[in-house]
């Protein structure tokens, strides 16, 4: 019999340089096998270390006894009938599952991913708020979203994901860690190189996180769901600003601003009757006047299930956005989203859970009470 494998292998896919020249040189290794081991896993995209050919046989098999290399078990994949978007669903060794889209749009190939399965928030309009937490990612399994997706773009079209928005499922702020550190190994040259300028956080407002990643330097991209103008309307659609208030988020992101000298977008989504009012247009004009930034308006994607929230007609989207664009310096955008045909559009990101792992072969009585 072989002895079992220790209980929580090292992911080698979650490694920082730094943390894996620490390891090799702890086996015996010289150090720039670490750069080997990040081209394989990052760059080529190989999961099993026997394949890493230029290691030698005896450090390959002292890698494997301490560590693997994970990688996540894609379930399905989706087109939209226009190919401007794909949506994925991978499955985590616990069994949960989580979404990702990748976009086609112009020139650029962006991967939208997740970093939670689930989210904690509660935002009344979201699909995924509505599957409540389930599980933080981890490094390895949000960057494997983008290797994945990479390696789809590129057998089938020959392309490069050009761009990367943390915008699927989660708050990634709520995720820091393991979201930071996968960003800092998308931009490895060993990898997909993907960073800085080209990768969006958004972020429901987590305050405390904002400040954060404000000090690092990793040149970031920010995104502030902002989507109401009055905190009394915030409060309801989004219950986190009941502890960070829209004064605070605005005030953090100027902070963004002074510090890392790059523009934050504010987003928000247009809820027919909700706030798509022409005071709410001014008054969003009003409150960003004093921060650096782009504005990004968001037509509603309406859920599959039935909820109050609905798209405004196209009449009153061009109404706000006039209103929204003559009482502002600020650049406007209107975002119409890819994916929608495919239930893969920015908040329609929503996975039914199968909680439970397989049956085992022998049930165990269920416990008494
Ligand atoms: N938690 C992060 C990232 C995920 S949501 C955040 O809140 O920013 C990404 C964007 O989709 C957010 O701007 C959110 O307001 C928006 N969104 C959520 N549900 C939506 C929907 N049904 N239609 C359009 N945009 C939606």
Redesign the pocket.
């Known amino acids: 019999m072989t002895p079992s494998p220790p209980a929580e292998p090292l992911d080698l896919k979650s490694l920082l340089p730094d943390e894996l020249r620490a390891l090799v040189s702890r086996l015996g290794q010289d150090e720039y096998r670490a750069g080997q081991i990040l081209s394989w896993i990052h760059g080529k995209g190989v999961e099993d270390i026997d394949q890493m050919s230029n290691l030698s046989r005896a450090f390959r098999e002292q890698l494997k006894e301490v560590a693997g290399v994970s990688r996540l078990r894609e379930v399905e994949r989706q087109g939209s009938p226009g190919g401007q978007a794909i949506k994925f669903l991978f499955e985590l060794p616990t069994l949960e599952r989580v979404e990702s889209v990748l976009i086609i749009d112009g020139k650029r190939r962006t991967a939208c991913l997740s970093s939670q399965v689930g989210?904690a928030?509660d935002?009344k309009?979201?699909?995924t708020g509505r599957m409540g937490f389930l599980r933080n990612l981890s490094a390895a399994q949000i960057i494997d979203q983008l290797l994945q997706l990479s390696r789809v773009l590129l057998a089938e079209r020959g392309e490069r994901v050009t761009n990367v928005v943390?915008?699927?499922m989660?708050?990634?702020l709520h995720n820091y860690e393991e979201v930071v550190r996968a960003l800092r190994l998308m931009r490895l040259e060993h990898g997909p190189a993907i960073g800085g300028r080209k990768v969006t956080v958004?972020?429901?407002g987590h305050v405390p996180g904002i400040q954060r990643l404000a000090r690092e330097e990793l040149n970031l991209g920010l995104?502030i769901?902002l989507?109401a103008t009055t905190d009394e309307l915030r409060d309801q659609l989004m219950p986190i600003n009941r502890k960070y208030q829209i004064a605070e988020l605005l005030e953090a992101a100027a902070e963004y601003f002074e510090l890392r000298g790059r523009r934050v977008t504010f987003?928000y989504?247009l809820l027919a009757g909700v706030n798509d009012h022409d005071e709410d247009a001014l008054r969003l004009a009003d409150l960003t006047r004093a921060v650096p930034c782009k504005l990004n308006l968001?037509p509603?994607?309406e859920?599959a299930e039935d909820t109050p929230f609905r798209r405004p007609p196209a009449e009153r989207v061009a109404r706000f956005r006039e209103l929204l664009e003559t009482h502002t310096p600020m650049a406007v955008t209107l975002r119409e989203?890819r994916g929608r045909d495919i239930d893969a559009?920015?908040?329609?990101l929503y996975q039914a859970q199968e909680r439970q792992p397989r049956p085992a072969r022998t049930a165990l009585p269920a416990p008494a009470g």
């Open positions: 989210c928030l935002c309009f979201c699909a943390m915008m699927g989660g708050e990634p958004s972020t429901a995104a769901s989507n987003e989504v968001i509603y994607n859920l989203s559009a920015c908040g329609q």
